[in-house]
């Protein structure tokens, strides 16, 4: 959804050289200290068994005022106050420590965004907050953007092979929505691609979609990954994934996101 405001006031004057932060950005740091910024996961299954194998944690912020906030919009807010880096700390912390109490071969997902990228500490703290939770890097997959990239892919690359070398799954997440550079997969220790729903829409109506899909998997065979397929919403779109050899997907069909302790039950 769109950010329902603007994070900083254009009507100030021009000759002041720093913007304030919206208030927004402080009632997100309260939200933070006060533990009111809370985690969904929606559940990822095998493509072949319907066996739920995973969930990607997802975050989710209710405003007094604007309401419900989640994803890139609270990533927004917290970049534009500076809070950022202990917004992406929080978030890795709690889904650590609600993974950590799920069965051994359940594995969790947790989005990356550029600025963690290019965070000195990001690796230590990670593995670090791993430690504490007691949760072996293998279980975790770093879902990371065509946009998290490609401010410097040279740089992105190592602190990713860093990463996997801990035995941390890397994701290109969002896979055909950007550029699709081929360079990601020379580049990149990449573990799983994971298809954007736009991608996997029109495969039971549409050849020439069928045909895309088909290229990528028989691309990705070649290269040893798994593919993901995100915004599966019917019994139809699922059994033609399955079909094309797809290993995983997630969406509406199987469950929508939803609170730690949900998940925890549906396992």
């Given amino acids: 959804m769109p950010l329902p405001l603007q994070l900083h006031d254009r009507r100030r004057r021009p000759d002041r050289r720093r913007s304030e932060p919206h208030p927004i950005s402080s009632d997100l740091a309260r939200a933070l200290t006060e533990d009111e910024v809370e985690l969904l996961f929606q559940p990822q299954y095998s493509a072949q068994t319907n066996a739920i194998v995973g969930a990607e944690a997802l975050v989710r912020w209710s405003h007094s005022i604007h309401g419900p906030l989640a994803g890139d919009a609270v990533v927004a807010i917290a970049q534009a106050g500076g809070a950022a880096r202990r917004l992406a700390r ?82 290109l997440d969002d896979f055909g929505a950007g550029y699709c550079n081929f360079r990601y997969l020379k580049l990149l220790p990449l573990n799983a691609l994971k298809l954007d729903k736009a991608m996997v829409d029109g495969v039971t109506n549409d ?47 199987g469950a929508k996101a939803m609170p730690a302790e949900d998940f925890a039950a549906l396992l």
């Fill in 90 to 171: 929080y978030i890795a912390r709690a889904a650590f420590h609600a993974a950590a109490r799920w069965p051994m071969d359940c594995r969790l997902s947790i989005n990356v965004t550029a600025m963690d990228l290019f965070d000195r500490t990001f690796a230590e703290d990670l593995l670090s907050m791993l430690h504490d939770a007691n949760m072996p890097p293998e279980r975790l997959t770093l879902e990371i953007t065509e946009q998290a990239l490609v401010a410097d892919l040279d740089k992105s690359a190592r602190r990713l092979s860093a990463l996997a070398e801990t035995g941390i799954r890397i994701a």
């Fill in 207 to 253: 050849a020439r979609d069928l045909a895309v899909l088909r290229g990528i998997v028989a691309m990705a065979r070649a290269l040893d990954l798994d593919v993901i397929a995100e915004g599966v919403e019917t019994q139809e779109l699922r059994d033609v994934i399955a079909r094309e050899g797809c290993a995983m997907w997630q969406g509406f069909l």
